[in-house]
Nanobody, 121 residues
Framework: QVQLVESGGGLVQPGGSLRLSCAWAVSRSFFVDFDMAWYRQAAGKQRELVAAISRRGTTNYADSVKGRFTISRDNAKRTVYLQMNSLEPDDTAVYYC?????????????WGQGTQVTVSS
């Protein structure tokens, strides 16, 4: 059962831009009750946090993407976005959307299927 649907990945040249989207498809839970984040995993490396946005809209970023990436959420559309500018070859990875939280204890985690971003000339 797909619960987070990512889109927007692809091949882009260095210096280019992409916008990733993650649409909410979780049943019996509400988007506004979750903190959202983007992670990425490059070939042969561990998954790492790229950017996060809390249910209140507070954001934080990995040092490697600060000033280049922007995370945002549209609660009406139940979608989270990652605007990626000035892309570099080191940004090449599979990008995953994550939802953490809910109104239950312990908090729940949902993941998307991943979308490939390749930065190459």
């Amino acid at each position: 059962q797909v619960q987070l649907v990512e889109s927007g990945g692809g091949l882009v040249q260095p210096g280019g831009s992409l916008r990733l989207s993650c649409a909410w498809a979780v049943s019996r839970s509400f988007f506004v009750d979750f903190d959202m984040a983007w992670y990425r995993q490059a070939a042969g490396k561990q998954r790492e946090l790229v950017a996060a946005i809390s249910r209140r809209g507070t954001t934080n970023y990995a040092d490697s993407v600060k000033g280049r990436f922007t995370i945002s959420r549209d609660n009406a559309k139940r979608t989270v976005y990652l605007q990626m500018n000035s892309l570099e070859p080191d940004d090449t990875a599979v990008y995953y959307c994550n939802a953490h939280g809910g109104l239950v204890s312990p908090p729940r985690d949902y993941w998307g299927q991943g979308t490939q971003v390749t930065v190459s000339s």
